[in-house]
């Protein structure tokens, strides 16, 4: 063993009977290093990893006060960590403290925490957040050595990963020789990762485990065919059922939270053998998930139906399949979920794929090479959100007085903000204390003072109260509870409350499995009952839908131009034929269009395969170019892979149609009032603490107090175009839901080649796109109409119009 | 197509205009209710949320070209004109003066409502409320009234349209009164389903919805 270890953790893993791995070893040996990233499969002691460091320091004599300091982006780790680290911290004979610090944690256990930290806590982004904002900030963390930072690759790649970075530049501000250690899961760019958690311009030691056996992953063999369009995957139902039957534990993935439930429901109705199974999402209640997961860990489960809400958290020794229904989408994270399955140490995972229809196909094949092949997707990381920064400053304000200078020196410690420009800062810094606004300033109620030493400080000090009720990056969209009607009626999860809002008395939906039929809304809460054996009316909630990543579009793009592709069923290779006879196939270098007529309208069916929400931001600003040609736009639909119109007049021109120049336009001016961006801009106004989400003593009573956000973006639009939030929200538009960037990526691969087939009928590609749901009308004139038609309707049918539209004199 | 809905009333012929004022051509009454003027300044003197503070001089901006479009001799405030007391004061030089500008030449009154209790800083008759011929002017509506018009709870109304809704503040009205919508920039709205709407109208009640242009739908009761 290595003479790095001490001996009591030497004498530990001798009585236990084990090996230290050699990553465990190398972070024992990094453990001077500034900061560290471990990258490890998982059930390869990654944990133990980046604890050893702590527990090597700990063996040594007793420390006083806060020692490590562990980071996870789920609760429920944080609990499991406390349970799994006391146990070789009590056998090597270490007088510690391990507590757990989360949003669940009781108000006495944390004051208590504050006033005597444990040596060791674990905690969330948003709890540290929280802590540093207190203005005994420094005697809480005073003596702090270390930070574990869990499932970096997942924090990464939100905001609360960025609000941890700063949270962490500001402790390292308060203790200089604190450590980093990040734990990742196998991650196409380590480079960036490191750079990420690292302290700069001090690099990060990156330590990778050996990547563990292939997994055993394939296609599940079904025996019908894949339908030609939808998520639902209903025909794999008796496959997958056989499949539970022959494992202990399966763990089928969906993307979507309302693809779980259908498929859930419909599996229950063809399960007759009653295997248990189990169904999770994030929109379930806490209650009910906690149940699911006990269930689990007792081993009373054969099968879990769940969505991302399982991509992270506890081990599951016991799942020795995982099988996920839809395309993937992204390659890392099908990775990660393969990993779920089998987590010891050296035994292949095994993973089976179910495309739900038949591009889904190409992109299952497609993604089975690419993990093969160990070829990983990730968009390169932009500059940290300036969003975060903004609440950032005013956590620090709650903290206590400080320099402008110092503050910004402290911010471009973190990897993402090291290139942010003193400027950009300022407008945050502005922002924050007067609005920020260009035409008049809320000078008598500025947020944030200069002292005459110079220093920024809150006005008023009771101002941090209301800071602190708001911290956090976590974009959840309003959602209302679910209930069974009447007194103590069971909570059964939770809906968007745009969800809500589209329904009616009498309509059913499905929500953890049940077909329930909606009574009414009652002091915000979504009263129902329950509907036996009813098909639900509704489908369940929008939620969110993730694009089919750049890498992977471009591998289904290649595998076309394969002469014959095959890893595909042999009925995929004769539609894509009849494809390449009728029509073309896409290509990488170029972009495909396809018009014909079709009952008497005509469509144009851009293939960018750039992903659903670039796509459907394509289809916005297309739809309104067809306008202003006076092709007469009446709705559009968008997929992963491409983008149909529907209009009255057919296109012939169709380099004038993409043309780079008219599509950028049209973001800077006509997308700007459109929904997507308002959606986009409330989330940035909520983090950057423009919008607060909890207010003490709140209660909606009167729901006329409140207006939406949609109104503050008009009126800055309409009044302050340049205002920093405005400048935020562009920035944002870039990803996300708007994706401008990976229209940009399509429009740069295809570098203005242009490949138009006027076709006389629909083609085998285009045929999907009339099956799929969520056909969007195009907005403007058109909706005005719809309304005025829809009014007047109402009217008639009313007789209201009779007596109305003659006014008695 | 119109700028509004004409209907009548105890015999009194109204226009609800799109813009969300209510227009008695015969006596040249404009009437407008909820401005909630100042009402940033009051969410940031409350709770430091500083909203962009562009709601006054919008409002006031709207409300200026409808008084240029009709040339009213009367204009009526129906309450809440001001977010608060203490938000008449907060209205800059140029907003007050767009505001006297619009109150020259003619009559000026301020209701009372529950957000703006006592007078304000500017000229204008404050009442309780107001009588005029048939109909009588008041913040929030009673049970029992009669050719009543009023303002307060800033009704809205949704309309489904394909698979989704489109809601806009609205007039609601039957023979026996006319809720006003709420006019101010900064404001929200109650959904026309709401119980006290539901009990206020009666059958047959009719919604009026503002906008570009107005369309006008049975009172959606939910």
């Known amino acids: 063993m290595s003479d790095a270890l001490p001996a009591a953790l030497t004498d530990w893993f001798t009585q236990k009977g084990w090996q230290p791995h050699a990553h465990q070893l190398q972070v024992i040996e990094a453990r001077g290093s500034s900061a560290c990233l471990v990258i490890a499969p998982t059930g390869c002691g990654k944990t133990l990893a980046g ?13 006083a006060g806060l020692h490590t300091l562990y980071v996870s982006p789920l609760k429920a780790l944080a609990a499991d960590i406390k349970r799994n680290l006391r146990g070789p911290a009590e056998e090597m004979g270490l007088d510690i403290r391990i507590e757990d610090r989360t949003g669940d944690t009781s108000a006495t256990q944390k004051r208590r925490q504050r006033a005597d930290p444990p040596q060791i806590l674990l905690t969330t982004p948003e709890s540290l957040a929280l802590l540093t904002s207190y203005d005994d900030a420094e005697r809480i963390f005073s003596g702090l050595k270390r930070v574990v930072i869990d499932e970096v690759h997942a924090l990464s790649e939100t905001k609360r990963g960025d609000q941890l970075m700063l949270s962490l530049a500001a402790l390292q501000h308060i203790c200089p020789d604190m450590r980093r250690i990040g734990l990742s899961a196998t991650v196409q760019d380590p480079e960036e990762i490191a750079g990420f958690i690292a302290c700069h311009p001090t690099p990060c030691q990156i330590i990778q485990a050996p990547p563990g056996p292939l997994p055993d992953i394939a296609m599940l063999q079904i025996d019908a065919p894949a339908p030609w369009s939808g998520g639902g995957a209903g025909y794999a139902i008796p496959q997958v059922l056989r499949e539970v039957a022959q494992h202990n534990t399966v763990l089928i993935f969906h993307n979507t939270r309302a693809q779980a439930e259908i498929f859930f429901h419909k599996l229950w109705q063809l399960n007759e053998d009653n295997l248990p199974i189990a169904i999770h999402h994030g929109s379930l209640s806490r209650a009910q998930r906690e149940r699911v997961e006990a269930a ?4 009373a489960l054969r099968a879990i139906v769940c969505t991302g809400s399982l991509d992270l958290g506890l081990d599951w020794g016991n799942v020795d399949l995982v099988i996920q229904v839809g395309a993937p989408k992204n390659v890392k994270r099908l990775v990660q979920r393969i990993g779920r399955a089998n987590h010891r140490y050296n035994s292949p995972s095994k993973a089976r794929l179910v495309p739900a229809n038949r591009f889904e196909v190409v992109e299952c094949v497609a993604a089975l090479q690419a993990v093969r092949e160990h070829d990983l997707d990730g968009e390169p990381m932009g500059p940290g959100p300036r969003d975060v920064l903004c609440q950032h400053i005013l956590i620090a304000a709650c903290a206590g007085p400080f ?8 911010v471009m410690t973190a990897g993402r903000y090291a290139q942010l420009a003193r400027a950009d800062f300022e407008s945050c810094l502005e922002f924050c204390a007067t609005g920020g606004y260009a035409l008049k300033a809320y000078d008598r109620w500025r947020r944030l003072l200069q002292t005459a030493d110079g220093k920024w400080q809150l006005r008023d000090p009771r101002a941090a109260q209301r800071i602190r009720m708001n911290i956090g990056t976590i974009q959840d969209s309003d959602r209302l509870k679910v209930r069974m009607r009447g007194r103590g009626g069971r909570a059964l999860g939770e809906v968007e409350e745009a969800f809500a809002a589209t329904l009616v008395p009498g309509d059913s939906f499905l929500i953890g499995g049940h077909v329930v039929r909606y009574e009414g809304l009652r002091e915000l809460t979504v009263e129902v009952t329950k509907q036996r054996g009813k098909k639900p009316k509704i489908a369940t909630f929008s939620g969110t839908k993730f694009a089919t990543s750049t890498q992977l579009s471009q591998r289904i793009l290649k595998g076309f131009q394969q002469k014959n592709w095959m890893e595909l069923p042999a009925y995929m290779r004769d539609w894509i034929a009849l494809q390449r006879c009728v029509s073309l196939l896409p290509r990488v270098d170029s972009l495909l269009v396809e018009s014909f007529p079709h009952e008497e309208r005509f469509a144009t069916v851009v293939y960018g395969f750039a992903g659903r929400n670039a796509l459907q931001t394509l ?34 021109d169709a380099a004038g149609l993409l043309a780079p120049a008219g599509l950028r336009d049209g973001l800077e001016t006509w997308l700007a009032g459109n929904a997507v961006m308002k959606r986009s801009f409330r989330g940035c106004a909520v983090i950057a603490g423009l919008i607060e989400r909890n207010m003490p003593g709140q209660r909606k009573s009167g729901r006329q107090a409140t207006f939406s956000s949609d109104i503050l973006y008009d009126t800055l639009l309409k009044y302050d175009p340049e205002h920093v939030l405005m400048q935020i929200t562009r920035e944002e538009a870039r990803r996300g839901l708007v994706d401008f960037d990976r229209i940009e990526e399509m429009l740069r691969r295809s570098a203005g080649r242009l490949d138009h087939k006027e076709l006389d009928r629909l083609s085998p590609f285009a045929a999907p796109l009339f099956l799929e749901m969520g056909r969007v009308p195009v907005q403007g004139a058109a909706e005005e109409r719809l309304l005025a038609q829809e009014t007047a309707r109402l009217m008639e049918a009313s007789g209201l119009n009779k007596i109305v539209m003659a006014p008695l004199q | 197509m119109s700028d509004g ?6 015999g009194a012929e109204l226009t609800a205009r799109a813009s969300g004022v209510l227009w008695w051509a015969h006596r040249r009454v404009l009437c407008v209710s909820d401005l909630h003027l100042g009402k940033s300044d009051r969410m940031v003197r409350r709770s430091g949320v500083m909203a962009p503070p562009y709601d006054t001089a919008d409002t006031l901006f709207r409300l200026q070209n409808e008084i240029e479009a009709l040339a009213p001799q009367i204009v009526i405030c129906l309450g ?5 007391l203490q938000a008449s004061d907060s209205l800059d030089t140029a907003e007050s003066a ?3 500008r619009m109150q020259a030449g003619r009559q000026w009154i301020w209701i009372e409502g529950n957000h703006d209790p006592g007078p304000v800083e500017f000229s204008g008759a404050h009442l309780a409320e107001y009588s005029d011929g048939p109909l009588v002017f008041r913040h929030i509506a009673k049970a029992e009234a009669e050719a009543e018009i009023s303002g307060h709870y800033h009704p809205k109304a949704a309309v489904p349209v394909g698979r989704r809704h489109i809601t806009r503040p609205c007039f ?4 026996h009164r006319v809720i006003l919508p709420a006019f101010g920039t900064y404001t929200g709205g109650l959904r026309s389903d709401a119980t006290v709407l539901w009990d206020l109208m009666r059958p047959g009640a009719v919604a009026v919805l503002t906008g570009e242009t107005c369309n006008v739908l049975p009172m959606p009761r939910g």
């Open chain 2, 5 to 10: 809905h004409v209907f009548s009333l105890f």
């Open chain 1, 296 to 299: 689990m860990v007792a081993g």
């Open chain 2, 80 to 84: 809440d004109s001001f977010d608060d």
């Open chain 1, 403 to 410: 320099h402008a200078d110092d503050l910004y020196a402290q």
């Open chain 1, 619 to 652: 289809g916005l600003l297309l739809s309104k170019r067809m306008e202003e040609a006076g092709l007469a736009p009446l709705s559009f639909v968008a997929t992963d892979y491409a983008v149909m119109l529907l209009s009255l007049e057919p296109l012939r």
């Open chain 2, 172 to 175: 609601l009205y039957d023979q």
């Open chain 2, 98 to 100: 767009c505001l006297y």
């Open chain 1, 51 to 63: 604890f050893l460091p702590s527990l090597a320091d700990l063996v040594q004599g007793p420390h």
